[in-house]
């Protein structure tokens, strides 16, 4: 099994253009925040989370802080405090009734990923996720893994 360390450099790799790192900044945080909002729109009704009904992100992240702690626990600290806010908020957004959140969700979904391709062309590299379909667990990290450095934190 690769370390953390090995996943990141590779991820970098086709990672280099300011402009595909920049999309990357906006689009990888969406994307995760839109699948957890579609599998948050997945109702579990024969179980409840803190008075919620209980759905499919629930046990999509607790299963994806698995494998970040498996990588890297002090990532993991961090990927859960994040897939926490992204809970936060598809909760606020269901109460506010907006518009259905799978509705929402889907609509950044299509629109990050424009963003993510648009960078990749512009980079001249394919998506990792191409080689190997892990790659979509590690673009959050390697992004969290910069901020991580930036207040001299381990990982």
């Known amino acids: 099994?690769?370390?953390?360390?090995?996943?990141?450099?590779?991820?970098?790799?086709?990672?280099?253009?300011?402009?595909?790192?920049?999309?990357?900044?906006?689009?990888?945080?969406?994307?995760?925040?839109?699948?957890?909002?579609?599998?948050?729109?997945?109702?579990?009704?024969?179980?409840?989370?803190?008075?919620?009904?209980?759905?499919?992100?629930a046990l999509v992240l607790l299963l994806t802080t698995g494998y970040y702690f498996i990588l890297s626990k002090a990532l993991s600290v961090g990927m859960f405090i994040f897939s926490c806010c992204c809970w936060a908020l598809c909760v606020m957004i269901e109460q506010l009734a907006i518009a259905p959140l799978w509705q929402f969700c889907l609509n950044i979904f299509v629109l990050a990923w424009i963003g993510q391709f648009w960078g990749h062309k512009i980079e001249g590299k394919k998506p990792s996720f191409f080689k190997d379909i892990q790659f979509l667990m590690i673009g959050p990290a390697w992004l969290l893994s910069f901020i991580y450095q930036r207040l001299g934190i381990q990982f």
Not at 6 to 35: A, D, M, R
């Open 1 to 57: 099994m690769k370390t953390i360390y090995q996943w990141l450099s590779e991820y970098g790799e086709s990672h280099q253009n300011t402009t595909n790192k920049t999309l990357h900044w906006v689009c990888v945080p969406l994307i995760f925040f839109s699948l957890v909002g579609l599998l948050f729109s997945i109702k579990l009704p024969f179980f409840s989370i803190f008075g919620i009904t209980g759905n499919v992100a």
